[in-house]
Nanobody
Framework: QVQLVESGGGLVQAGGSLRLSCRAS????????MGWFRQAPGKEREFVAA????????YYADSVKGRFTISRDNTKNTVYLQMNSLKPEDTAVYYC???????????????WGQGTQVTVSS
């Protein structure tokens, strides 16, 4: 079992930045692929970014490439999502997730956090 707790969400103006954190506990974090998804009201949950357990591979949705950066610190069992140049369309609940291997489909991820709200005002 893996327990995930997100933090760092909030309200920010368009063009601003936020950094989300997700602290994991339970099974060996350093061997787990970590990712971020988001879900806006009335929309499907969508993939945002993921990082391999060594941090050597990262994956991004086209909509966030060049603006968001995923990273991890295995000594702190924590994964981060640095979000820059935020847009109103980035408004959503952001979820941290863990899986054995990377997949762009939310159904392939095994563990989820409770989510943190990100609101970008225009």
């Amino acid at each position: 079992q893996v327990q995930l707790v997100e933090s760092g969400g909030g309200l920010v103006q368009a063009g601003g930045s936020l950094r989300l954190s997700c602290r994991a506990s339970g099974r060996t974090f350093s061997r787990t692929t970590m990712g971020w998804f988001r879900q806006a009201p009335g929309k499907e949950r969508e993939f945002v970014a993921a990082i391999s357990w060594r941090g050597s591979s990262t994956y991004y949705a086209d909509s966030v490439k060049g603006r968001f950066t995923i990273s991890r610190d295995n000594t702190k069992n924590t994964v981060y999502l640095q979000m820059n140049s935020l847009k109103p369309e980035d408004t959503a609940v952001y979820y941290c997730a863990a899986a054995e291997i990377y997949s762009g489909s939310s159904s392939q991820w095994d563990y989820w956090g409770q989510g943190t709200q990100v609101t970008v005002s225009s």
